[in-house]
């Protein structure tokens, strides 16, 4: 079945970088965009990135653009969150999503299961 | 990019029909009909109910439905069970810099 599994979660230091990844199995992972989502604890979703199929286009929300780097490997079906200038606000659960649509409509499906990023001295 | 509006909560009775709205703008819901819809229970991912405005993923029950008019999104669930308290959230896609923007989330609570 489709299945996207994130890892890379942890606790971190306001400043530092930490890389989130998430492997996909069960699709033809080179054929799709594919996207990460956040959730801080107790709110709302939030979108972050996206990237195309191809790695060609790569798109981000306004509030991690310049510290955020989102990236994938078509070879070994994994996609990737580099972050770095982390900051308070970027607690989350961070969540990987594969986009079902042709158009890269933002249909997020399936999504993970979630990787918390805790940013705090 | 703000948030698109949705009301906090909704509670209705086993049985019931519910709507949910969703208002955004001309430059999100009322201009792509990029509307999702999604189903988020507590400590679980959150699952894609609704796409395209109306369309319905492969088996999501037919008692989920969306609409839209002008720049408000609708979800509907109808014969209210036990199982459909959750938080939900629309999203859209939108002309600004920040691709995608999501709802507010609303608890569905069933009384």
């Known amino acids: 079945q489709v299945q996207l599994v994130e890892s890379g979660g942890g606790v971190v230091q306001p400043g530092r970088s930490l890389r989130l990844s998430c492997a996909a199995s069960?699709?033809?992972?080179?054929?799709?965009?594919l996207h990460w989502v956040r959730q801080a604890p107790g709110k709302g979703l939030e979108w972050v990135a996206v990237?195309?199929?191809?790695?060609?286009?790569?798109y981000y929300a306004d509030s991690v653009r310049g510290r955020f780097t989102i990236s994938r490997d078509n070879s070994k079906n994994t996609l990737y969150l580099q972050m770095s200038s982390l900051r308070a606000e970027d607690s989350a659960v961070y969540y990987c999503?594969?986009?079902?649509?042709?158009?890269?409509?933002?249909?997020?499906?399936?999504w993970g299961q979630g990787t918390l990023v805790t940013v705090s001295s | 990019q703000s948030a698109l509006t949705q009301p906090a909560s909704v509670s209705g009775s086993p049985g019931q029909s519910i709507t949910i709205s969703c208002t955004g703008t001309?430059?999100?819901?009322?201009?792509?009909?990029?509307v999702s819809w999604y189903q988020q229970r507590p400590g679980k991912a959150p699952k894609l109910m609704i796409y395209?405005?109306?369309s319905r993923p492969s088996g999501v029950s037919n008692r989920f439905s969306g609409s839209k008019s002008g720049n408000t999104a609708s979800l509907t669930i109808s014969g209210l069970q036990a199982e459909d308290e959750a938080d939900y959230y629309c999203?859209?896609?939108?002309?600004?810099?920040?691709?995608?923007?999501f709802g507010t989330g609303t608890k569905v609570t069933v009384l």
């Open positions: 999503a594969r986009d079902s649509s042709i158009a890269v409509a933002g249909t997020f499906d399936p």
């Open positions: 069960g699709f033809t992972f080179s054929s799709y965009a």
């Open positions: 990237i195309s199929y191809d790695e060609i286009n790569k």
């Open positions: 001309s430059s999100d819901v009322g201009g792509y009909n990029y």
């Open positions: 395209d405005v109306g």
């Open positions: 999203s859209s896609y939108t002309s600004s810099s920040t691709l995608y923007v």
